[in-house]
């Protein structure tokens, strides 16, 4: 590859400047004038710049355009691009493009590069960059540097080009507001762990955080989906047994292709798919885990992962400068008792990691997960253990971790489980069983909190003497003395049962020496324990006025103790109550005051714990003026409104004040005034609109309390409100009604004040006011008038604007809607009941009443019922009726303008008694179905006289099998024994039942003993086309289809195979209940292969097989050389053809021509092998030899041999003629034997010939349709001897007509015509 710019010579020195349609490519011509379909080069799609890792391929690709094809290059701004082991170029023919690849990338070779696209006409050029990100390197074992060599490192180092991307940093936190990290990592996180992350960020109560973080993820969630499919089963950060901080996630991304990159605090970190590389990617389908190696403090950190600029995932990992001070020992315990790992830290952790054999275990379940109060001893318990138990547990706290063994013993007394109570003694008994394990833990306890302390040793002396803390024992008698049971601690390190040490501190610093006294302290304290704490006291935190109360316990009854405050002895004098129940002891404070904020120590023999009492003094409102401000402030528009409350609390104050949830800052119209004991607020000026909430919130550090009050502005009402509704337009009188309005102005509406206007008119007439009711009714109106009305609403603070009616006839006649047909109730012989319900169209005025009609059978006439007046009820009973005869029924509304229209008539009822129920139907059973039908019929059933009259009707129903409820297929009984049920789901199972009714009811219905399946019947899997191909033969790149048409029931199961093997994943198979395609978009020589498919239902099945070879155009075989081995053969070799391997199916032709005949003729056709001896060489004459490779596809170009000859040797011959008399034979042209008419198939050669005679010898022309044919060359004409002959290679439609021969010498002339015919 040359890393010159290569600089074709263009036809002239013009240099024409072109645009490119792709931004950032440039076009020179070199030409003035393009020819007719030439171009000059062009970027299709130019590469795109991009950054690869140190040691990864980088690939850049291009397509381009242009004719003639043009050529592309690659060059580089720095260096050169010779290097073929570096470089590589290469043009991918399916995809169209020309790619670069650069292997092992290394530092150096981020430069810019630059693509050419040349052709004889022009270049097209565009630049690329190529950014590297140097990899993480490991530093060799045995470093040892000299300088000289630390010299020319650095040079090296100084020569590297690294580009370390950067990721668009958070914003900075603001003061007051919410760390943007904290946003960040609620988004990937479980709700579960909200509240764990808020805390170590500082926010206690995060609920008002959840509505701005519903909407942040919504927003994430629309931008992930761009590059995203799905995103789940998120993990965050943690440091796994194995000794590496992983974290995973399950993604599918849209485009398989896109980057994933790892940033850490915004910087773009390397990694590979080596697990030895410090970070590394294993991804197994769509789960990604990301792992760093041998996690050290520095790779603390802000981790995000991004998909192309978008963010999918943020996680914190987090290193405490923690160590284990007590690590968690070996454990063998019994089948189905409980079993307790227990570790001891240096330093507060919230929450340490416990695994097990790399699975992370959680609280709840079969295991128990507690911390201690000073968050220094973490407890893990496994409940109930089984022998699957056991293996080896870890404790993981930052990048430390510690692990033990978990051992079970069978349960040799036959016990399945231990009982609650149980629990305390086992527990008890293994602590007994293992109390060397005990005093170690304490030991280390009690070690921390010396070294905690070695630099204070100020704080090591209190006031009654010299005492060291040491720790006392808790719980059991071997806990460190904290206080809590031995390992519970309050977190600032204040709460330590204190212990006497009559020993000096030789050197606060020397760690082993108080290694070495504690040890020797714990094993005295376990030869002599004495008065012991079980639970230690604990720091509290009481409010001014309320109730405290400090508490121990000890492990005697027995024994006293003493209180003090701040070294101070206490008594029940000093204003405290000192109580002691049995071991408890208690200190209680009835009413708490400022100056008892301190430390509280109790002592009983020796042992001491002590705690901080913190007293708050929280913001209080006094009861009386709370509920006075609480009461509504009621003022009217334009006056003021003021607000005070008086509080109390610990200083400083924040006072808030807020309208409606806005707080509230002074301005022209807002005054808050606010001293050390009150706040007010004034409202100057106020509005209607200034109506709403009014709160006081009150803060300080201690606690935060509100009170609310209420501002209402009175005003006005406002217009009622759109829109009017009219009720009544009568001849007579005029009703309508609108709504009240929107806003009554903070004091009920007393009246409306109508006006009236008639139109075309101008005066407004004054109706009166109306009580509070929104509707009016005006009766004195002029038939035939048109009328606007202005309503106004009145309160106790005035009048409203008003609101104006459209136009509002009266006197227009309008009729009211049809009711509902009527509905027969009941039927009697000498009554039938009826009802309907009220058209929805009342024609503007009120309904009055019904008129009902009815229609005996067979008449014409409607006769009315009601001739007493109109119906005011929607029943009636008709007893106008004869037994036995039937009627039909129709209503019609009144209104003040008249009747309306009648209703549709109800269906026909016969006036008699109610019937009885019919029966079961017989003899139900299936004529027919398919897939989604399936057709019954039945036989009437029969009538028994007083229990079951006539079936007059029938219901179909059907139940799917998994539904309980029956569904109606008709929604009106049917007098046909035969239905058919539409509309089912194919294979679905369905419960049929048919019921008989009458106007009686319905009677039983007859089902199925089971249900039915939809489908057709049964029928065996054939297939329907006869003349099925057994064999396909398709060019390769063309599409392969392949439809099978076949008939079963049900409906079968369709599998395909290629010789024997399921098909690959580009063949697609589309099935029905009737046939099955197979399709193969763009076929390979691969695909070639016997296809066969099996339909197989419960009937049977039925296989048929189908062969497919994919192919192509043969390629030519190589040279031929020619052999004459015997004289009278020639031997043909010649290379085989290229397609030869790949097509067992392709053979050889040859094919021969002479130069007497001269016409080319197969001598040997299916020759599989590369030699062929032709027979039959004549002498003197010239041989031309084909050779042509042969398949399914067709012939390809010939191999022709060289002319091959036999030269014929002549020898001398002498004849002695005799002497012969003079004749004279001259005679005129004749035809010996004429043409003869010729009928010659389309692409065939024809042959034409007569025999003529004459001397002197005659001159021969051809003619076709008239036209001479001896100087055509596409036409072959010989004259020998006589024989006149005309050869036409390939016979084509062109060449139907009437061919003549004229022959002619000095004595004449003649002529013989023939027409050819040419079949298709």
Not at 466 to 485: A, I, L, Q, S
Not at 567 to 575: A, H, Q, S, V, Y
Not at 907 to 927: C, F, H, Q, S, Y
Not at 1266 to 1285: E, K, P, R
């Amino acid at each position: 590859m040359s890393s010159k710019i290569p600089q074709e010579q263009p036809k002239s020195s013009v240099a024409i400047k072109k645009r490119s349609r792709v931004p950032g490519v440039t076009i020179t011509q070199f030409v003035e004038h393009l020819p007719a379909g030439k171009s000059t080069p062009d970027f299709a799609r130019k590469p795109m710049t991009t950054t690869v890792q140190e040691g990864k391929k980088a690939f850049f690709k291009a397509m381009v355009s242009g004719e003639p094809p043009p050529t592309v290059t690659w060059v580089r701004n720095k260096g050169e691009m010779d290097d073929q082991e570096k470089y590589s170029t290469r043009y991918d023919e399916r995809a169209r493009e020309h790619v670069l690849e650069i292997v092992n990338v290394k530092p150096e070779q981020a430069d810019n590069y630059k693509c050419f696209a040349t052709n004889e006409y022009g270049q097209a050029a565009c630049a690329v960059t190529l950014n590297v990100v140097e990899g993480f390197k490991k530093k060799p074992q045995n470093a040892n540097v000299s300088n000289g060599q630390g010299t020319q490192d650095f040079r090296s180092m100084l020569k590297k080009t690294t580009v370390v991307t950067k990721k668009k940093q958070l914003p900075q936190q603001k003061e007051g507001e919410i760390d943007p990290k904290l946003l960040e990592l609620l988004l990937s996180a479980p709700k579960k762990d909200y509240e764990r992350i808020c805390l170590e960020f500082g926010v206690t109560d995060f609920r008002w955080l959840l509505k701005e973080l519903k909407q942040i993820k919504k927003e994430r969630e629309d931008e992930q989906s761009k590059v995203v499919e799905n995103l789940d089963n998120i993990k965050q950060i943690e440091v796994k047994s194995s000794g590496r901080a992983e974290f995973s996630f399950d993604m599918k991304l849209r485009d398989p292709n896109s980057e994933v990159n790892l940033y850490k605090d915004g910087t773009l970190i390397p990694y590979d798919d080596d697990k030895n590389s410090k970070h590394s990617l294993q991804k197994t389908g769509i789960n990604y885990l990301f792992s760093i190696k041998d996690p050290q403090r520095e790779d603390a950190g802000f981790y995000q992962v991004d998909v192309e600029e978008t963010n999918v995932l943020t996680t914190d990992f987090q290193v405490p400068d923690v160590e284990f001070v007590a690590k968690i020992k070996d454990s063998k315990v019994t089948e189905n008792e409980d079993a307790i790992f227990q570790c001891v830290l240096s330093t507060p952790l919230n929450k340490i990691t416990w695994s097990k054999e790399d699975a992370s275990l959680e609280h709840g379940g079969k295991y128990e997960i507690t911390i201690s109060e000073d968050k220094l001893t973490h407890t893990l318990r496994i409940k109930d253990c089984q022998m699957a138990d056991k293996g080896a547990y870890y404790a993981l706290a930052g990048i430390t971790s510690s692990s033990a063994s978990l051992t079970i013993q069978a349960d040799s007394s036959g016990r399945k489980g231990t009982k609650a109570s149980d629990k305390s003694k086992l527990i008890s008994e293994e602590q007994d069983k293992f109390p060397k394990e005990n005093t170690e833990m304490d030991t280390a306890k009690q070690t921390k909190a010396e070294n905690d302390g070695a630099d204070k040793d100020a704080q090591e002396k209190v006031e009654d003497g010299k005492e060291g803390r040491v720790g006392g024992e808790g719980g059991d008698g071997n806990g460190t003395g904290k206080g809590n049971d031995g390992d519970e601690n309050d977190e600032d390190g204040k709460n330590k049962n204190l212990l006497d040490d009559k020993s000096t501190t030789d050197d606060g610093n020397d760690k082993t020496k108080k290694q070495s006294r504690a040890a020797l302290l714990v094993s005295d304290s376990a030869i002599d324990r004495g008065v012991q704490f079980v639970r230690g006291l604990s720091d509290i935190n009481a409010k001014v006025g309320e109730r405290a109360e400090l508490s121990c316990k000890l492990n005697s009854e027995t024994s006293e103790g003493r209180w003090y405050k701040n070294g101070k002895l206490l008594t029940e004098e000093d204003g405290v109550k000192i109580i002691k129940d049995g071991a408890c002891h208690i200190l209680m404070i009835e009413c708490c005051k400022k100056d008892d904020t301190a430390v509280y120590r109790f002592e009983a023999e020796g042992r001491k714990s002590e705690a901080t009492l913190n007293i708050q003094d929280p913001p209080r409102l006094d009861p009386d003026a709370l509920g006075e401000f609480t009461n509504p402030v009621i003022v009217r528009v334009g006056d003021n409104a003021e607000w005070k409350l008086p509080f109390s609390g610990g200083a400083p104050m924040n006072i808030q004040w807020y309208k409606n949830d806005n707080e509230l800052l002074p301005a022209v119209n807002v005054k808050i005034d606010t001293s050390d004991t009150e706040s007010q607020l004034r409202l100057t000026k106020c509005q209607r609109k200034d109506t709403g909430e009014v709160k006081i919130k009150i803060k300080n550090e201690f606690g935060v309390i509100e009170a609310v009050s209420r501002l209402i502005v009175l005003d006005k009402p406002t217009p009622p409100q759109d829109p009017v509704e009219i009720t009544e337009s009568a001849v007579t009188s005029v009703e309508f009604k609108w709504k009240p309005p929107k806003d009554s102005g903070g004091c009920p509406v007393t009246n409306y004040i109508i006006e009236r206007q008639q139109v075309g008119r101008n005066k407004w007439t004054n109706l009166g006011e109306i009580p509070c009711i929104p509707s009016y009714k005006d009766t004195d109106v002029d038939p035939g008038r048109r009328y606007c009305y202005r309503i106004r609403a009145k309160n106790a603070e005035g009048i409203s604007d008003y609101l104006q009616t459209g136009d509002i006839p009266a006197g227009v006649l309008r009729y009211p809607g049809s009711p509902t047909a009527p509905k027969v109730v009941s039927a009697f012989k000498d009554c039938i009941n009826l009802s309907w319900c009220p058209p929805c169209d009342t024609g503007g005025t009120k309904i009055i009443g019904y008129n009902l009609e009815k229609n005996k059978t067979g008449t014409n006439y409607w006769s009315l019922v009601n001739q007493n007046g109109p119906i005011t009820d929607t029943k009636y009973a008709v007893k106008d009726v004869f037994e036995g005869a039937e009627y039909r029924f129709r209503v019609s509304a009144i209104n003040l303008s008249g009747a309306g229209e009648p209703s549709i008539p109800c269906e026909a009822v016969i006036a008699r008694n109610p019937k009885k129920p019919p029966g079961k139907v017989i003899d139900l059973k299936i004529t027919s179905s398919s897939y989604t039908t399936f057709s019954l019929a039945w036989t009437k059933p029969k009538e028994v006289k007083g229990v079951e009259d006539e079936a007059q009707g029938y219901y179909v129903e059907i139940r799917p099998i998994e539904s309980l409820e029956w569904t109606c297929c008709n929604a009106t009984p049917i007098s046909l024994t035969s239905y058919t049920v539409l509309g089912l789901k194919a294979m679905a199972s369905y419960w049929v039942r048919v019921i008989a009714t009458n106007y009686g009811g319905n009677g039983e219905p007859q089902g199925f003993d089971s249900y039915i399946i939809a489908m057709p019947p049964p029928v065996r899997p054939k297939f329907k086309d006869r003349n099925m191909k057994t064999l396909m033969v398709v060019k390769s790149g063309n599409t392969i289809r392949v439809n099978i048409n076949f008939e079963a029931s049900p409906m079968p199961d369709i599998s395909w195979v290629k010789d024997g093997i399921p098909l690959l994943k580009h063949v697609t198979i589309t099935s029905s209940d009737r046939g099955s395609q197979l399709l193969i978009p763009t076929s390979e020589r691969s695909d070639s292969g016997i296809y066969m498919i099996t339909v197989k239902n419960i009937v049977g099945q039925e296989s048929f097989s189908v062969e497919i070879r994919v192919t192509d155009d043969p390629k030519p075989p190589g040279p031929v050389e020619l052999d004459e081995n015997i004289p009278g053969t020639v031997t043909l070799c010649w290379a085989p053809s290229p397609d030869e391997k790949r097509d067992d199916r392709l053979h050889y032709l040859v094919s021969k021509r002479d130069s007497f005949k001269r016409t080319w003729r197969t001598a040997a056709d299916n020759l599989f092998n590369n030699k062929f001896t032709v027979v039959n060489i004549m002498p003197g004459r010239e041989y031309y030899f084909r050779v042509f490779a042969k398949n399914d596809m067709g012939l390809s170009p010939p191999s022709e041999s060289p002319v091959f000859a036999l030269k014929k040797e002549k020898g001398k011959f002498k004849v002695d003629m005799p002497q012969m008399k003079a004749l004279d034979f001259e005679s005129p042209p004749s035809f010996i034997i004429p043409l003869k008419r010729r009928t010659a198939p389309e692409g065939y050669e024809c042959y034409m010939s007569c025999a003529v005679k004459g001397d002197p010898a005659p001159r021969v022309t051809w003619y076709y349709n008239n036209i001479s044919l001896n100087t055509n060359t596409n036409y072959h004409i010989t004259n020998v001897c006589g024989v006149c002959s005309l050869l036409i290679l390939r016979v084509g439609p062109k060449d139907h007509g009437e061919y003549r021969v004229i022959i002619e010498n000095k004595l004449g002339n003649a002529e013989s015509s023939m027409t050819l015919n040419v079949r298709e």
